[in-house]
């Protein structure tokens, strides 16, 4: 398997742990932490816990669990209320930890509730996606949903520790494990054209004896990335560069209704919209745009809406995403493949006429 990884932000470092099954990891981590007198809670979603219910009580024994329903429409100001009256029922105080046992939504969900408990508490990430294990689960981005857009209320709040086990993506549906290879994508698109190239050459498969080092290469690039603009706040590049595609995407969620779309498809339809806007903008050329959208094709993700949506909506949900400077939308750009890069004179023609060409009415 491969080595453990640090994200390095001094007080607040952690380690990412890799392996094929991690739950005695995990455990020792619940006992050493029960043999201090603090106590452990879970939260998780109810698929997994009917798919991998031995694996759960492997790792936490009879700790408290949560398990709320699956889907964008949990990571709500109600899902967040279900959790915190958890904690409070559950009298988690100041020492205690929250286990994060799901994909994204359970991750940014618990996360958050772990920040704003008491004025933050521990949490850990256990994620049991491809797409958590590669993205979100890394990084101490929290937050949920508001039906203005996505992501619009949270907090940085980093986890203790993160416990990647492949091992729990044996159950995971096939369209789950399609949305996470398009943080995959993305990853070699902004900063490992190398890895791009792979997904070329060969599409990831749950089976494929090469996943467990690309999850490990995703998750070092978007530690270092961390390391450098924890609160994305440089100016140009940093954090935000972990944001292409998902611009775009993050309107399509918003406009088609959540649970429409998994993220991951609406990040595959992104990314074909930020490469035709990178085109547009002169950076790369046709060829390289019709290469990402095999990739993104090839991997069982769409790179155009399944239906249309009204243009004008979409670009309403685009001016209230989190990445807006001073009015003014920004996005991220493909320099080549391999490069990104964040721009914001961006005509407001060339954004339209990208997300025409990938459906939009």
């Given at each position: 398997?491969p080595?453990?990884?640090?994200?390095?932000?001094?007080?607040?470092?952690?380690?990412?742990?890799?392996?094929?099954?991690?739950?005695?990891?995990?455990?020792?981590?619940?006992?050493?932490?029960?043999?201090?007198?603090r106590k452990?809670?879970?939260l998780?979603?109810?698929?997994?816990?009917?798919?991998?219910?031995?694996?759960?009580?492997?790792?936490?024994?009879a700790?408290?669990?949560?398990?709320?329903?699956?889907?964008?429409?949990?990571?709500?100001?109600?899902?967040?209320?279900q959790?915190?009256?958890?904690?409070?029922?559950h009298?988690?105080?100041?020492?205690?930890?929250l286990?994060?046992?799901?994909?994204?939504?359970?991750?940014d969900?618990?996360?958050?509730?772990?920040?704003s408990?008491?004025?933050?508490?521990?949490?850990?990430?256990?994620?049991?996606?491809?797409?958590?294990?590669v993205?979100?689960?890394?990084?101490?981005k929290t937050?949920?949903?508001?039906?203005a857009?996505?992501?619009?209320?949270?907090?940085?709040?980093?986890?203790?520790?993160?416990?990647?086990?492949?091992?729990?993506?044996?159950t995971?549906p096939?369209?789950?494990f399609?949305?996470?290879?398009?943080?995959?994508i993305?990853?070699?698109?902004l900063?490992?054209?190398?890895?791009?190239?792979?997904?070329?050459?060969k599409?990831?498969?749950v089976t494929?004896?090469?996943?467990?080092?690309?999850i490990?290469?995703?998750?070092?690039?978007?530690?270092?990335?961390?390391?450098?603009?924890?609160?994305?706040l440089?100016?140009?590049?940093?954090?935000?560069?972990?944001?292409?595609?998902?611009t775009?995407?993050?309107?399509?969620?918003?406009?088609?209704?959540?649970?429409?779309?998994?993220h991951?498809?609406a990040?595959?339809?992104?990314?074909?919209?930020?490469?035709?806007?990178?085109?547009?903008?002169?950076?790369?050329?046709?060829a390289?745009?019709?290469?990402i959208?095999?990739?993104?094709?090839?991997?069982?993700?769409?790179?155009?809406?399944?239906?249309?949506?009204?243009?004008?909506?979409l670009l309403?949900?685009?001016?209230?995403?989190?990445k807006?400077r001073?009015?003014?939308?920004?996005?991220?750009?493909?320099?080549?493949i391999?490069?990104?890069?964040t721009?914001?004179d961006?005509?407001?023609?060339l954004?339209?006429a990208?997300?025409?060409?990938?459906?939009?009415?």
């Amino acid at each position: 398997m491969p080595e453990n990884l640090t994200v390095n932000l001094g007080e607040r470092s952690y380690a990412i742990r890799f392996g094929t099954g991690l739950e005695a990891e995990v455990r020792a981590e619940v006992d050493r932490r029960a043999a201090e007198g603090r106590k452990s809670a879970v939260l998780t979603d109810t698929n997994f816990q009917a798919a991998q219910g031995s694996a759960l009580r492997a790792m936490f024994g009879a700790a408290p669990v949560l398990a709320l329903p699956p889907g964008e429409g949990t990571k709500s100001l109600s899902g967040f209320g279900q959790v915190l009256d958890f904690l409070a029922a559950h009298k988690v105080d100041r020492g205690g930890a929250l286990f994060a046992v799901g994909g994204g939504v359970i991750g940014d969900l618990g996360g958050f509730a772990a920040a704003s408990w008491l004025r933050g508490i521990d949490f850990f990430q256990v994620p049991t996606t491809l797409l958590s294990m590669v993205d979100s689960s890394v990084g101490g981005k929290t937050g949920i949903n508001l039906t203005a857009g996505k992501n619009l209320v949270g907090a940085f709040h980093q986890p203790r520790g993160v416990f990647i086990s492949t091992g729990l993506l044996t159950t995971l549906p096939a369209r789950e494990f399609a949305a996470g290879t398009a943080e995959i994508i993305k990853a070699g698109l902004l900063g490992d054209a190398a890895l791009f190239d792979d997904l070329e050459r060969k599409t990831l498969r749950v089976t494929g004896a090469e996943l467990p080092e690309v999850i490990r290469r995703c998750c070092a690039l978007k530690a270092r990335v961390v390391e450098a603009d924890e609160r994305e706040l440089a100016r140009d590049g940093g954090r935000a560069l972990l944001n292409l595609g998902h611009t775009f995407a993050h309107a399509i969620e918003n406009v088609a209704g959540y649970g429409d779309y998994l993220h991951g498809e609406a990040v595959g339809i992104g990314l074909a919209a930020a490469a035709r806007l990178s085109g547009k903008l002169g950076h790369i050329n046709a060829a390289d745009v019709a290469r990402i959208d095999r990739v993104v094709s090839a991997h069982g993700l769409p790179t155009r809406l399944k239906s249309p949506l009204d243009f004008k909506a979409l670009l309403d949900a685009m001016t209230r995403d989190k990445k807006v400077r001073a009015g003014a939308l920004r996005f991220v750009v493909l320099r080549r493949i391999g490069e990104a890069a964040t721009q914001g004179d961006v005509a407001a023609p060339l954004v339209e006429a990208s997300f025409r060409e990938v459906g939009a009415g």
